[in-house]
């Protein structure tokens, strides 16, 4: 379909006699541990930065926060965090369009390499030198894989539950940053001062890595990566696994596959480019507005890891409980505990995701996290100012922080990971989501490498900086992020036809096109922006009713009308593409641009 080289790799294929939901549990299980290894890296060096032995090896210098040691060259240890985004955002850019080209499996294995390599270099590093490369390296491979796995795991998902099913993988997330706090913790006991308190830490973080390279191997491609390279009946045999045990002839595997290749193949002719410089400046796009959907993933990454104030909670969160008058011991485990309480917030987030929606969650959480910072301000400058109350200040203020937690991680935590995979066509998505990546880098990077000295210079003034912030981010999100949930993937093509990026134009023109074809659920709408023909939009409607059966109608007699639907089709074809399964011939209208590259949206002038 388009010309681009393939690179197959040799996979076994045992998945080919699973069910469907083992398939899907398997992939979710797999994707999970890339996830596993970036939360355990981003939560792996506050353990490090209190080893006594890693302050002295990379020069940093002993300092006292709190009641904590730590570095006083804050400057320094914030870089040598900090620096591993930098590698993340190279390795998001560049596995994006790798994986675009060569298949999501070839970019995951490709990202464990460079994960793996780095995160043994870390382990062994002898100066700061050579830790700043090797954090450069980790973050790399790190950039790959936030990169291709949501696309991987949106991609194999259905609509309906496609933002829990991304939820479900990103739990391992906190996971991993649980089980980084909890390490450091338990190994600081039997040699406070020694090397095995930071070089075993990092050296397990290729675990994961490691058990994601031999498990990747097993697992399928994705379903509309395949079609876009013309593999079309390795497409459908992967599809029908996913979605019916295999049955290639199930009405809802016919009517998403002729979906996808439709879509697919309007993509192809517009001949859309996925270089990233083109696509955030919005050239080449065909009026499909790339550039604003390249700074929706990646500011809403960016808000959700700098202005929410999350650096502060994740990374540094010993330093906050030392703050606010608990020892050093007392501090390190409450960091564990807090963080195990994301593990709750992200379950919590599985269950509200795809039922309230992306938008519902992000203004809600973003007006939760403001009033617990400035919560938590107040207590921490209550316990400054009354050093007698400290103990119960204190706990008010350790109280609000796990609040934060609990509340960024059932809501700000995981919705721009699964809204950047989202909102991409499939020919460029990889690349797309890079976007995403690039925003996760840049929040964090800056949070980490600002947010010492933020806390050094500001104190407790720091957390009603996060407050006002956070406050701020609700006008941001109803303005300008429109709702992706319960909405298929080809669909949302829709909602970026406008000319306005302003969200109730763009809901305007997907309620438009619903009402134009009526019958048809959010959540299986395919691209049908540009279906202005009330009759071929009859006609769809009717495709869609008979694919599952139709209105009550026998299985033979829903078959028949299949059938007859197709042949009324059948000398007509103009505009679209028919799909031969079985003997059943479908058709479904190209996407969501016409033929004249005019798109639903403008044509109404929005």
């Not at 060259?73 to 060569?102: E, F, T």
């Not at 938008?359 to 403001?370: P, T, V």
């Not at 209550?382 to 609990?406: E, R, V, W």
Request: a neutral charge; one cysteine or more; hydrophobic letters at 45%.
């Amino acid at each position: 379909m388009f010309n681009i080289p393939v690179f197959k790799l040799p996979q076994p294929t045992p998945w080919k006699t699973w069910s469907s939901r083992r398939l899907m549990l398997t992939l979710h299980i797999v994707d999970a541990l890339a996830l596993l290894f970036e939360g355990y890296d981003q939560g792996v060096m506050a353990g490090v930065n209190e080893s006594p032995d890693y302050i002295r090896l990379m020069n940093l210098g002993p300092g006292i926060i709190g009641n904590l040691v730590s570095p006083n060259n804050v400057i320094k240890q914030g870089g040598i965090v900090a620096i591993y985004y930098l590698g993340s955002i190279v390795g998001g850019l560049w596995g994006g369009g790798l994986s675009d080209k060569y298949g999501r499996i070839f970019g995951i294995m490709f990202g464990v390499f460079w994960s793996v390599l780095g995160g043994a270099l870390q382990a062994g590093a002898m100066n700061i030198n050579w830790m700043l490369c090797a954090r450069l390296i980790t973050g790399i491979g790190t950039g790959f894989l936030n990169c291709i796995i949501p696309s991987y795991t949106a991609e194999t998902s259905e609509a309906k539950s496609r933002g829990g099913a991304i939820s479900t993988v990103f739990l391992a997330n906190y996971t991993g940053i649980t089980i980084a706090y909890w390490l450091a913790f338990g190994v600081s006991f039997p040699d406070p001062e020694g090397a095995f308190r930071w070089r075993f830490p990092l050296a397990f973080q290729c675990v994961p890595g490691i058990l994601l390279g031999m498990s990747i191997m097993f697992m399928p491609e994705s379903p509309r990566y395949l079609i876009k390279v013309g593999r079309d009946e390795e497409a459908l045999e992967i599809l029908a696994r996913l979605r019916a045990n295999g049955d290639v002839n199930h009405p809802d595997v016919k009517l998403e596959y002729a979906e996808i290749i439709e879509v697919i193949e309007e993509e192809r002719k517009m001949s859309l480019t996925n270089a990233p410089w083109r696509m955030i400046l919005g050239l080449g796009t065909k009026g499909r507005h790339f550039a604003r959907r390249a700074n929706l993933a990646m500011w809403l990454q960016i808000l959700a890891q700098l202005g929410t104030g999350i650096s502060a909670t994740t990374v540094y969160s010993p330093v906050l409980f030392g703050q606010a008058g608990y020892g050093d011991v007392k501090a390190r485990w409450l960091a564990s505990l807090n963080n195990t309480v994301g593990i709750i917030g992200s379950i919590m987030n599985i269950i509200t995701i795809d039922r309230l929606g992306r938008r519902k969650l992000l203004m809600g959480g973003a007006a939760l996290l403001g009033v617990f910072m400035f919560l938590t301000g107040g207590f921490s400058q209550a316990t400054a100012m009354h050093p007698d109350k400290s103990a119960q200040y204190g706990a008010a203020s350790a109280a609000f922080i796990f609040l934060f937690t609990l509340t960024y991680s059932c809501t700000w935590c995981l919705c721009p990971f699964i809204y950047a995979a989202e909102i991409w066509p499939s020919s460029v998505r990889g690349q797309g989501n890079a976007f995403g990546v690039v925003g996760w880098s840049l929040g964090l990077g800056a949070g980490t490498l600002s947010v010492p000295k933020m806390l050094e210079s500001l104190d407790y003034n720091a957390f009603y900086v996060f407050g006002a912030l956070n406050i701020a981010w609700v006008p941001v999100v109803y303005l300008f992020f429109p709702e992706t949930a319960q909405r298929s993937l080809e669909s949302i093509e829709i909602l970026f036809s406008t000319k306005s990026p302003l969200n109730f134009h763009e809901e305007r023109a997907y309620q438009a096109a619903i009402r134009s074809n009526p019958g048809l659920d959010t959540a299986e709408l395919s691209g049908l922006s540009r279906m202005e023909d009330p009759e071929m939009a009859a006609k769809q409607t009717k495709h869609q009713e008979y694919a599952r059966g139709g209105h009550g109608a026998g299985e033979g007699e829903a078959e028949d009308k299949r059938r007859e639907w197709a042949h009324e089709e059948g000398s007509q074809g103009r505009g679209q593409r028919r799909v031969e399964m079985s003997g059943a011939s479908t058709a479904v209208p190209s996407a969501a641009h016409s033929s004249d590259g005019e798109s639903f949206g403008e044509k109404r002038g929005l």
